[in-house]
């Protein structure tokens, strides 16, 4: 079956642009999270949804970065105005439930590179 | 703080002997632990968990791993490396209490040489 699927693979952009990277979650799956992993370093979390939930946002590292979840499903990651230590993999997880003992699936990534 | 400790950034190991990849955690509540893999330019892939039950958890690959409650440690072993295995391998906790994120590890690249 279709995992978890985001794009784009690979983005490049100046400093000071606004960015957007997407996320398909797999069907189903009422949790959906974004991680951010810079070289070197494990995953950092940065935002969390489960269903209609307000989501938590409180690994967001500034007010430059926003997320939303439309109909439960599709989920875009904005960053604005990106700076140079905005150049990371940004990964998105999917999983059935929030909070429990399942594990997450994750897409690929989006490799993002400011210049 | 919670935190979850790989302290080896590397291992190296022959070809058909066994590996350990070494994990400990500070969490305040008994926490799920989980095994990840990632390979280059890839996502990470689940390999196995603990909930409860049996210490030795067996997952995908041939990997499995073992819970010590009183040292904190969710260590993941293979009795036979392959070369195949060679990636970055994350360790990951959620405490039981909690809703959401997992606490992941820094990573410790595993290599298997022929």
């Known amino acids: 079956g279709a995992g978890v699927s985001q794009s784009p693979s690979n983005k490049v952009t100046e400093k000071g642009k606004d960015v957007e990277l997407r996320c398909d979650p797999i069907s189903g799956h009422t949790a959906l999270y974004w991680y951010r992993q810079s070289l070197g370093q494990g995953l950092e979390f940065l935002i969390y949804f489960q269903g209609n939930s307000a989501p938590d946002k409180s690994g967001l590292p500034s007010d430059r970065f926003s997320a939303e979840r439309t109909g439960g499903s599709v989920s875009t990651l904005t960053i604005q105005r990106t700076q140079q230590e905005d150049s990371a993999v940004y990964l998105c997880?999917?999983?059935?439930?929030?909070?429990?003992?399942?594990?997450?699936?994750f897409g690929d990534g989006t490799r993002l590179s400011i210049l | 703080a919670q935190s979850v400790a790989q302290p080896e950034d590397q291992v190296n190991v022959a070809e058909g002997n066994p590996l350990t990849v070494k994990c400990t955690y500070s969490v305040s509540e008994n926490p799920y632990l989980f095994w990840y893999v990632q390979y280059p330019n890839r996502g990470l892939q689940f390999l196995l968990k603990y909930i409860t039950g049996d210490n030795l958890v067996k997952g995908s690959y041939g990997f499995e791993a073992e819970f010590n409650k009183s040292q904190t440690s969710f260590h993941l072993k293979k009795p036979s490396a392959l070369v195949s295995d060679s990636a970055l391998y994350f360790c990951a906790v959620r405490p039981r209490g909690s809703q959401g994120n997992l606490i992941f590890g820094k990573g410790t690249k595993l290599s298997v040489k022929p």
């Open positions: 997880a999917s999983s059935p439930v929030g909070g429990s003992n399942q594990p997450q699936h």
